[in-house]
């Protein structure tokens, strides 16, 4: 089956500090993905879409400036925390849509997360 | 906009119980409904979906039901496991295609023996 991954997959830092996590589509090709962030107890809210070759399209309320996304290829999309703060510490999870083809299906394929925590 | 409430938590229950997460939306059109699921530790996974009203998705025991009429996708299982203790999730998109998921807020279940 498809295979989402996330590097890395815990990451504590100090404040101030610039944190890049990578999001891999490991055996299929994505156009889109997207990221979430998830409070503790809480659902996942949609931050980014990010698209190949394009600029992101952040929802209201998330900074562009500070959640800087970049994708680069077809199976890697990466998200940069910059100038962390302890109120970006959160549980953050991407997710990707195998391109569409003659058997493509229109399901999301998440990765497993990765737990920012800022000193 | 688009929204899915799901019910509270956490849910407890002793092996074998039946099982029922209510889950509710609103949305404009005809979304997709989707149940994912979350294991200790691990990303989330999705469980089962349906496309269309009427459509019932199933898997590994459980089942949901596009109810239209009730704006419902309740998630079943007739007899839990401890090995189905894990935070459930109700999500709905609102076109097909590359589009994101909206979700509830996630229910956190507990089975035990």
């Known amino acids: 089956g498809a295979v989402v991954s996330q590097h890395p997959s815990w990451v504590i830092c100090k404040s101030g500090t610039s944190v890049k996590i990578e999001c891999r589509s490991l055996d299929f090709q994505a156009t889109t993905m997207f990221w979430y962030r998830q409070f503790p107890k809480q659902s996942l809210m949609l931050m980014a879409t990010s698209n190949e070759g394009s600029k992101a399209t952040y929802e209201q309320g998330v900074e562009k400036d500070k959640f800087l996304i970049n994708h680069a290829s077809l199976t890697l999309s990466t998200l940069t925390v910059t100038s962390a703060h302890p109120e970006d510490s959160s549980f953050y999870i991407c997710?990707?849509?195998?391109?569409?083809?003659?058997?493509?299906?229109?399901?999301?394929?998440f990765g497993p997360g990765t737990r920012l925590t800022v000193l | 906009g688009d929204s899915v409430t799901q019910m509270e938590g956490p849910v407890t229950l002793s092996e074998e119980a039946f099982l029922t997460i209510n889950c509710t939306y609103t949305?404009?059109?005809?979304?997709?409904l989707f149940w994912y699921v979350q294991y200790p530790g691990e990303g989330l996974q999705l469980l089962l979906k349906?496309?269309?009203?009427?459509d019932k998705g199933s898997n590994k025991g459980f089942e949901a039901t596009y109810r239209k009429e009730t704006t419902s996708f309740h998630l079943e299982k007739g007899s839990v496991q401890v090995s189905d203790s894990a935070v459930y999730f109700c999500?709905?998109?609102?076109?097909?295609?590359?589009?994101?998921?909206?979700f509830g807020k996630g229910t956190r279940l507990s089975v035990i023996a």
């Open positions: 949305a404009t059109g005809y979304p997709s």
């Open positions: 349906a496309t269309k009203a009427d």
């Open positions: 999500a709905l998109s609102a076109y097909s295609g590359n589009t994101p998921l909206v």
């Open positions: 997710s990707a849509f195998r391109d569409r083809g003659i058997y493509s299906t229109d399901t999301q394929y």
